[in-house]
């Protein structure tokens, strides 16, 4: 098992930046890739930014790319998100995610954190 914990999120006027973080703990070997997925009242939880453990290779949706970073902290078993000129469509809850097989950028990952809140105001 692989617990995840979020935090760093809260409310930031349009245009302001946040860094999200997920601390990893438990049989953290096991993971492969780990994600950035956020999911807004309605619609659809869809994928922000992943990241390969072992290699650090990066994807983006193209929503958050140019404005987003993920990173690893291999030491801490953390994953970060940092995001520069927020929109108020950024608005939901972000939710990290590790999983054991593959990178992917569908919501079909083994381990999810509770979500953390980003709120975006205009």
């Known amino acids: 098992q692989v617990q995840l914990v979020e935090s760093g999120g809260g409310l930031v006027q349009a245009g302001g930046s946040l860094r999200l973080s997920c601390a990893a703990s438990g049989r953290t070997f096991s993971m492969y890739a780990m994600g950035w997925f956020r999911q807004a009242p309605g619609k659809e939880r869809e994928f922000v930014a992943g990241?390969?453990?072992?290699?650090?290779?990066?994807y983006y949706a193209d929503s958050v790319k140019g404005r987003s970073t993920i990173s690893r902290d291999n030491a801490k078993n953390t994953v970060y998100l940092q995001m520069n000129s927020l929109k108020p469509e950024d608005t939901a809850v972000y939710y990290c995610a590790a999983n054991s097989a593959t990178m992917t950028l569908r919501p079909e990952y083994d381990y999810w954190g509770q979500g953390t809140q980003v709120t975006v105001s205009s």
């Open positions: 990241i390969r453990w072992s290699t650090g290779s990066t």
